[in-house]
Each structure stands twice: as C-alpha cells, then as structure tokens.
C-alpha cells in the first residue's frame, strides 16, 4: 500500500507564495501519474494540477494556470506544487494523488494523502 504525505502548507497573504511537497512511501507503479486536487469548505474536491511520470504530459485547472506550477523528482518518489501569486479563493486543503495516468478525475486515482491545509489571507 502506496502513502502519499503532504507538506508545506501553512498561512500566507494574497500575493505570496507556497511550495507543498508529497513524498510516497515507494515508487508507484511505472507509469504513474501525480497530482494534486483541492477542497474548499463546502465545497467539492476539485482538480489542480497532474502530471505524468517522464514529466512530458502536464495539466492545469484553468484557475491555476500560470500562477501553479506542479513538478516532480522521481528518485525521491516526491511531487511539488509551486503555488505563486495566491489569491483568497485558494484557500483550501490540498491532496496529492497517484494513478496509472494523469487525470482530472478523482475516482482514476489510487492512492491518496491526507492532505494539507492551505490559507490565503486578503
């Protein structure tokens, strides 16, 4: 069983920028995807950003792009997220996810983490 443990979440005002890190317990299987999803208070979990394992195939939620930038390093079975130019409606906790291919949908994805708290300060 695959773990996935976020970090680097944490309070930050509108404008600044945050780095969150996901380490897996081991590597996932050869063409696994990561990325990473997001939900508000009361609201659904939707997706962030994901990527394929060579880092040659990349997708972003149209409200992120440009401003998120999701990265990987495979020899520390790791995945980043480089959260810049934050805004309120960020806020939110943020799950890493692994899966047999990059998706933006939840239910494609095998494993996932506990997730870590984000907040955007105006």
């Known amino acids: 069983q695959v773990q996935l443990v976020e970090s680097g979440g944490g309070l930050v005002q509108a404008g600044g920028s945050l780095r969150l890190s996901c380490a897996a317990s081991?590597?996932?299987?050869?063409?696994?995807?990561m990325g990473w999803f997001r939900q508000a208070p009361g609201k659904e979990r939707e997706f962030v950003a994901t990527?394929?394992?060579?880092?040659?195939?990349?997708y972003y939620a149209d409200s992120v792009k440009g401003r998120f930038t999701i990265s990987r390093d495979n020899a520390k079975n790791s995945v980043y997220l480089q959260m810049n130019s934050l805004q309120p409606e960020d806020t939110a906790v943020y799950y890493c996810?692994?899966?047999?291919?990059?998706?933006?949908?939840?239910?494609?994805?095998?494993?996932w983490g506990q997730g870590t708290q984000v907040t955007v300060s105006s």
């Open positions: 990527m394929t394992r060579s880092g040659l195939v990349t």
């Open positions: 996810a692994a899966g047999p291919a990059p998706s933006q949908t939840m239910s494609n994805y095998l494993y």
């Open positions: 081991e590597r996932t299987s050869s063409g696994s995807a």
